[in-house]
């Protein structure tokens, strides 16, 4: 006789031979022993399950000549026959290679037909979301009202392909993962029914390299106990699987823990090399900080443990770590791995991430340090950094809920908000030269464009510009007013803001004009500065010319007075409150 797979030699044939799957078992059984089973079933679940093996018991259970039993006898003609694939009324049909209509019609042909010898004719459909969607459409009257004697059993591992006509049909199984424990219990069944010797840490590196598949888990311990000499150890489960020893993971935490960057990508680029998958590294880094997370918050479940174990050098060593420091390696590590899937390069996102694990460690000490030790040289520095930010933040959320900015009285300001160095220099000197030639037609210009240039703005530029007022124009530049100081110092910085602004108002008015950011306190002054000097000089009746000697056609005092009586007139105030500026014409 031919060699056979463990797999297919240590298939259980009855339901108490099946590792996990408990609550299938058991609704199956009783099913069985009252006699009250359905016309079709649906099993489903990940590869290696237990699906195709639990509806071939299911179906020597059905027929076996000892029914109704919750067990079938696998002695009787009936149950041998089919445990051979050798009986003619258990039809095992695979819709991966048959997924077209016309194998369908085969089995609806042949469905209405009795029984050969058996109770019922049992169809086991194997990858059934496989088939196509005429051959779904021609199953499902069938399915719906079978002959007495038939009975479905559909198996899938992808359920959410399967149409929902079919499944309201069916009593539906979910099948879900083995656990460690169940399949490492299995391998010792087989191990010892062959007569190998073997260390317990490499099945568990098998159980886990397996993840939670039966199939997989005999597949992989065949391919060791054929590697292996006389005895599975550890060493030779480790190098077909192409897992990483627990003191290996034991070396790279402890690495980590001492911030030394030099050795954690020397280690790692030692396990590139021999050709460990960056993908299944970073899944095993994260199931050993999940290993130390339950060492240091829950001891007593060291049966839980899948890649470190409870000895002491993994509690000290768990016991080094912060709870915060394992919650974020892993969420570093869960993220990376997502990436990793659709990139050629999973090397250089693992190092990434050990990176990060490294800098947020040291980070995080800087940090608690800075909290022990507050009374340092920078922290002045600090507070008054602090104080400007919730002062931007406030802001923000006043302009993003509509509410007007209210400005507090100037003796009760200086008692409530601390003293700040202003750091923006005002260009007084540039403002100047452009009232000397600014008009009412420039000024007209920029506002008329300023509704749209606001508009296509990204918001975060928009934000910054939400609270400023263009005030005196140019035929090249305008002056740009801002009630908050901060706000005008952050615009004033970002370049972009200027540069995209300026083209979308070329865009809009054909000219390219100049911003130049001032705060409201300090436009008032120069405001005032130049009014008073132009009506200093104001003997002088020849008509004033700009700095290239050209005569201005408009005089920009008048402009000025009337926007310093406006700012004054509470009247006026209260108008451009009610209709806003643009709707407001001002006459002496």
Not at 149 to 168: G, N
Not at 525 to 530: C, L
Request: include cysteine.
């Amino acid at each position: 006789m031919t060699y056979q797979a463990f797999y297919r030699v240590y298939r259980p044939q009855l339901f108490r031979e099946m590792s996990g799957q408990t609550h299938v078992k058991r609704t199956l059984q009783n099913a069985l022993l009252a006699d009250k089973t359905t016309h079709a079933y649906l099993f489903s679940g990940p590869r290696g399950t237990g699906k195709t093996s639990a509806a071939k018991i299911f179906a020597k259970a059905l027929n076996c000549e000892k029914a109704p039993a919750e067990e079938p006898c696998n002695e009787c003609a009936t149950c041998k026959s089919i445990t051979d694939n050798a009986h003619p009324d258990v039809i095992e049909f695979d819709a991966a290679s048959n997924s077209r209509v016309e194998e369908i019609r085969d089995i609806i042909e042949k469905v209405r037909f009795a029984p050969a010898s058996a109770r019922f004719k049992v169809y086991i459909i194997d990858e059934v979301h496989m088939l196509s969607t005429s051959a779904f459409n021609a199953l499902l009257k069938t399915l719906e009202e079978p002959p007495a004697h038939a009975k479905f059993i559909l198996a899938t591992t992808e359920p959410h392909k399967i149409p929902a006509t079919i499944i309201s049909r069916c009593q539906r199984f979910d099948f879900k993962r083995l656990s460690s424990i169940d399949i490492v219990e299995r391998m010792k069944v087989v191990l010892d029914d062959i007569d190998r010797s073997y260390d317990e840490k490499a099945l568990k590196v098998i159980s886990q390299a397996a993840a939670g598949g039966m199939r997989d888990a005999l597949s992989m311990l065949d391919q060791v106990v054929s590697f292996s000499d006389d005895e599975v150890r550890l060493e030779d489960a480790l190098f077909v699987t192409g897992s990483i020893s627990q003191d290996i993971f034991y070396e790279l935490a402890e690495h980590l823990q001492k911030k030394d960057v030099a050795q954690v990508l020397h280690l790692l680029d030692q396990l590139m090399d021999e050709g460990k998958d960056a993908v299944r590294l970073a899944e095993d880094l994260i199931t050993f900080f999940r290993d130390l997370l339950l060492i240091q918050t829950a001891p007593d479940l060291g049966d839980l443990l899948e890649l470190a174990s409870s000895e002491d050098k993994f509690q000290v060593l768990a016991n080094d770590f912060s709870l915060e420091t394992l919650y974020s390696y892993i969420d570093t590590l869960a993220k990376t791995q997502q990436e990793m899937r659709y990139s050629l390069h999973a090397k250089v996102y693992l190092e990434t991430a050990l990176l990060k694990m490294l800098q947020g460690s040291i980070r995080q000490n800087t940090m608690s340090a800075v909290a022990i030790t507050p009374n340092t040289d920078a922290m002045p520095e600090f507070q008054n950094l602090q104080s400007k930010v919730q002062m931007l933040e406030n802001l923000v959320h006043q302009m993003q809920s509509g509410q007007q900015l209210q400005q507090a009285p100037q003796g009760q300001r200086a008692k409530t908000r601390p003293k700040t160095t202003s750091t923006f220099r005002v260009p007084t000197g540039r403002v100047s030269e452009v009232l000397k030639v600014a008009t009412r037609a420039d000024i007209g210009t920029i506002k008329g464009a300023w509704a749209d240039a606001m508009n296509q703005l990204p918001k975060s530029q928009e934000a910054l510009l939400a609270d400023s007022e263009p005030v005196a124009a140019s035929d090249n530049a305008f002056v740009l007013k801002f009630k908050h100081e901060i706000l005008c110092q952050m615009a004033a910085e970002n370049k972009d803001l200027s540069e995209h602004f300026t083209q979308l108002l070329a865009g809009l008015t054909g000219k390219q004009y100049e911003m130049i950011f001032i705060p409201e306190n300090d436009w008032e002054k120069v405001r005032s500065e130049f009014v008073a000097k132009h009506r200093k000089e104001s003997h002088d009746d020849s008509k004033p010319v700009d700095n290239s000697g050209n005569d201005v056609q408009e005089p920009v005092q008048s402009l000025l007075e009337e926007q310093q009586i406006a700012s004054q007139d509470p009247l006026v105030s209260e108008a451009e409150k009610l209709f806003g500026k643009d709707f407001i014409q001002i006459e002496e």
